[in-house]
């Protein structure tokens, strides 16, 4: 049941360049979408997020755009920065149900290269 | 910065044995949860907790799973006899009450290893 979909297990970017990381979904109850950042023996840490009645959330060198006819969200790392270099979750809710639990994706491994 | 704190962050058991996480979530929030993730795998969510009892739990949060928060500040997962498959991160995390739409802080996690 992927509810939450991060079809590139991978990417690698150059230091300096716009790092894109995409996200799916298929519940079109999820209202509110989240992204967290993973470093190796760390817990996930918050990043950004943006809830349905919203298509763009800017917050510095992140902002996250929502399609919600393309059921599709992105993250837009700009300029990239090796410190950036991590796992990255996508995760949704349903708020409107009182619902909390998050359902996150598979993650997207960042490289950003010096 | 306030943050959510596990202990211990490495856990090995023997296959049967009953085995307790502990987290300290950050103080002003009353949202408590539990994810693991298996190796390899994604995160998932296992429980939530509000107002001393259980809001919300995953098809994975079994009766072999536990939540208690015995004191102020204490968050506990108990696993009563744990399983070979149970070897996880196990992830707390807290958020605050007021509004749907806030995040959930994690800590950093403990690793425990079912021998």
């Known amino acids: 049941d992927q509810q939450v979909k991060q079809n590139s297990p991978s990417l690698s970017v150059q230091e300096g360049r716009i790092s894109i990381l995409n996200c799916d979904y298929t519940n079109s109850m999820f209202d509110y979408f989240l992204w967290y950042k993973k470093y190796p023996a760390e817990g996930p840490t918050f990043l950004i997020s943006?809830?349905?009645?919203?298509d763009k959330n800017e917050d510095g060198r992140f902002t996250v755009f929502l399609n919600k006819s393309a059921k599709h969200l992105s993250l837009h790392i700009v300029p990239s920065q090796p410190g950036d270099s991590a796992v990255y979750f996508c995760?949704?809710?349903?708020?409107?149900?009182?619902?909390?639990?998050?359902?996150f994706g598979s993650g997207t491994r960042l490289q950003v290269q010096p | 910065e306030p943050e959510v704190t596990q202990t211990p962050s490495h856990q090995v058991t023997q296959m049967g044995q009953e085995v307790i996480l502990r987290c300290v979530p950050i103080?002003?929030?009353?949202?408590f949860y539990w994810y693991r993730q298996i190796l390899g795998q994604k995160v998932e969510f296992l429980v939530s907790f509000y107002n001393n009892e259980i809001s919300e739990k995953s098809e994975i949060f079994d009766d072999q799973f536990s939540v208690e928060r015995p004191d102020g500040s204490n968050f506990t997962l108990k696993i009563r006899s744990t399983k070979l498959e149970d070897s996880a991160m196990y992830f707390c995390?807290?958020?605050?009450?007021?509004?749907?739409?806030?995040?959930?802080?994690f800590g950093q996690g403990t690793r425990l290893t079912v021998v």
């Open positions: 103080s002003n929030h009353l949202y």
């Open positions: 943006i809830s349905s009645i919203k």
């Open positions: 995390a807290s958020s605050e009450l007021e509004g749907w739409l806030t995040e959930a802080f």
């Open positions: 995760a949704a809710k349903v708020p409107a149900t009182g619902r909390r639990a998050l359902t």
